[in-house]
């Protein structure tokens, strides 16, 4: 046999005999019979990070129909639900309930069995060394000894299985356990979290649940165009700051940029304050989706605020387009095509009038230049994302568990579109000076955005990364944004809706044909033919108008249902996720989530239905993933070690 001596003189370190060897073998070849584990897709989070943490602690409802399984016939509903929310919510629900339960102790030991039950069911589809990973520090020995024991009626380890709860009462460590196996059950019910881009903007607190995912066991994230913008902001390119910026004053989320992230604002209010003293700059009003306290004098003092950042923004979006024509973004270009005297604008041979036509920072001959005092204040703002310790960790972490696109077990997994010509090719555009389509030009995305933030301080290719990643964010050609442009002056400034119109890719209609979304698998090596599949996100699905986020016969899922408060009103629905299972593939479609705190008190779930949408043709197990081709390569290196032994190529 034509052995690489050397790669196996390295592996014989791990395990220097043949028993040694062959006992790993056995063990790979048992974890690939063993059932797939669930994955879990979410995506376009936008901040609603209470919504967000109820939907991970609940599984999409995996938990919840853990114990119904269970305990159907032997608890009522009320019950049911009650042990539902102590898994959820374990802290708060046992503080709770032991204001209201006489005889506590009688509730530590029926709970404690019930939740060991639970623990059972969902470790079953991993290996006992697999769990023993997950395992938490304190109490992680009595876990392991009681999810495995037998705990039968006259068998050998009843008494000590009972015993075990018992102490665990006595000693008072009956609510920490609780705590601890709740987590259990919580991380063991998702194999594998997906976050299928859109972390940031909109909600309250993109922080939080960055926090989350940074504490997650298992989980990845393909980029979306809100998050490669505070990507930007983060690398220091002061277009990206000044659209976060304008989004959070728009949105009144003013907690994650503040509280969140500890940028300081002050320099920004000082400069609105005294530039549009006069100004209601009332087409700068904020939304307020996520119902903020704020007062009508909180109100315009925001409005100044986000007229002030947005001027800015159009200018600096201005200078990135003026040095990169091959962005092709010239129809973004607005400041130069304003009459200021007459207060309109010029599009495309006709005219309009603007809603608001005060620019006091605008110079008419160089639109696009900032003033001094812009300047300042940019560099101030730039400063204080560069130096926000918890904002730099953040994004580090998205790049390390981030990427333009996944394939994952034969599904193909981006946010928004592989950008197409209307006959169904791919579009060709050009990435720091050479062009690309398909994967190529996901390929090469990433690339230049992993430069933008890493590359060398005060080079041109990281100058360059830094404007690409704002072109990521909303340019003709971005695979994460998929539109002709990004109409955000034409809203503030004209009321002539059509003026408005953002015409998306042809790729989101194409999709809706099976041999589009075959070639598209195709792309990315992976055989139609197998049960494979498309996950999408970034464009919510309008239940209201009719829209399903089922396409192409199941072959595509868009899975944007609304998660953000800003779009629920068109989609119909809060939102939906995605599980895979070793049966197939199930969406979940959500209703608004009330709050935590009816969560705890009232045992409130999010109501969520469940919709079958591709059955596997068998059930699924390890060896049919990516998982298992890897056990598969280790097991053939393996054997190739035992057999080198055997002929004494290897001693």
């Keep these: ?197 859109d972390i940031f903007d909109r909600g309250p607190r993109a922080d939080i649940i960055l926090d ?156 696009y230049e900032l003033t001094q005092d812009e300047k300042d204040l940019m560099d101030s703002l730039r400063a204080s994302f560069m130096h926000s310790e918890k904002l730099q960790q953040h994004v580090r972490f998205i790049y390390n568990k981030g990427s333009m696109y996944l394939v994952a077990n034969h599904n193909v997994l981006y946010h928004g579109c592989i950008p197409m010509t209307p006959d169904g090719e791919f579009a060709e555009y050009e990435i720091a000076g050479k062009k690309v389509k398909g994967k190529a030009l996901l390929d090469r995305a990433e690339q230049v955005a992993r430069i933008g933030y890493y590359g060398k301080p005060g080079s041109a290719e990281k100058k360059y990364g830094e404007d690409f990643l704002w072109y990521l964010w909303c340019g003709i050609g971005s695979p994460v944004y998929g539109k002709n442009k990004m109409t955000s002056f034409e809203r503030y400034f004209i009321e002539d809706h059509d003026t408005w119109e953002e015409i998306k890719d042809p790729y989101f209609h194409l999709v809706e044909n099976v041999n589009i979304c075959e070639k598209l698998l195709r792309e990315f090596g992976v055989n139609p033919e197998s049960f494979s599949h498309i996950i999408n996100g970034h464009v919510p699905v309008k239940l209201t108008k009719g829209e399903s986020p089922v396409k192409a016969g199941g072959k595509l899922l868009v899975i944007d249902g609304g998660l953000s408060k800003a779009y629920q009103k068109q989609t119909g629905i809060a939102g939906y996720t995605l599980l895979f299972n070793s049966h197939g593939l199930m969406l979940s479609q959500h209703d608004a989530f009330e709050s935590i705190r009816s969560a705890v008190t009232k045992d409130m779930d999010i109501k969520s239905s469940l919709e079958v949408i591709d059955m596997a043709p068998r059930r699924l197990l390890i060896e049919d993933t990516d998982k298992g ?19 004494g190529l290897v001693k």
């Excluded at 705990?151 to 380890?157: A, E, Q, R, V």
Aim: with cysteine; proline share 3%.
């Design 1 to 197: 046999m034509d052995y690489n001596i050397d790669y196996l003189q390295l592996l014989k370190e791990q395990y220097p005999n043949i028993q040694l060897a062959c006992a790993e073998i056995i063990s790979l070849e048992s974890q690939k019979k063993l059932p797939k584990p669930t994955e879990h897709f979410m995506s376009d989070i936008h901040g609603e990070y209470e919504s967000f943490l109820h939907i991970l602690r609940n599984g999409s409802g995996v938990i919840k129909d853990k114990i119904d399984a269970i305990f159907e016939h032997t608890l009522s509903e009320k019950e049911r639900d009650t042990l539902s929310t102590i898994i959820y919510y374990p802290e708060s629900k046992i503080d709770l309930i032991k204001r209201e339960i006489d005889n506590l102790d009688d509730w530590y030991k029926i709970t404690l069995y019930r939740l060991i039950e639970v623990c059972r069911l969902v470790a079953s589809k991993y290996t006992r060394s697999n769990i023993r990973e997950l395992l938490p520090r304190k109490f992680g020995r009595i876990i392991d000894e009681l999810l495995h024991a037998d705990t039968d009626f006259g068998s050998d380890k009843e008494m000590y299985y009972n015993q075990s709860i018992i102490s665990i009462i006595e000693l008072g460590q009956a609510d920490a356990f609780i705590v601890e196996i709740a987590h259990l059950i919580q991380n063991l019910a998702i194999g594998k979290l997906h976050i299928i881009g």
């Design 212 to 367: 989350r995912l940074m504490n997650y066991h298992s989980v990845d994230i393909q980029w979306g165009n809100h998050d490669v913008e505070w990507m930007g902001a983060a690398a220091g390119n002061l277009a990206c700051i000044a659209n976060v910026i304008a989004i959070s004053t728009k949105y009144c989320n003013f907690d994650c940029i503040e509280d969140g992230y500890g940028i300081n604002l002050r320099p920004l209010t000082v400069f609105a304050l005294g530039t549009y003293a006069d100004d209601p700059c009332t087409c700068f009003i904020p939304r307020n989706p996520n119902s903020v306290n704020i007062s009508k004098n909180d109100e315009a003092f925001w409005a100044k605020l986000h007229k002030a950042i947005s001027i800015i923004r159009f200018k600096l979006e201005g200078q990135i387009i003026q040095r990169h024509p091959e962005f092709l973004m010239e129809n973004h270009l607005m400041l130069d095509k304003i009459d200021y005297k007459a207060g309109t604008i010029t599009l495309e041979g006709k005219t309009y009038k603007l809603l608001d036509d005060n620019f006091p920072t605008v110079i008419p001959e160089m639109p």
């Design 629 to 647: 081709k890897r056990l598969q390569k280790k097991i053939d290196d393996l054997r190739a070690l035992v057999d080198a032994f055997r002929r």
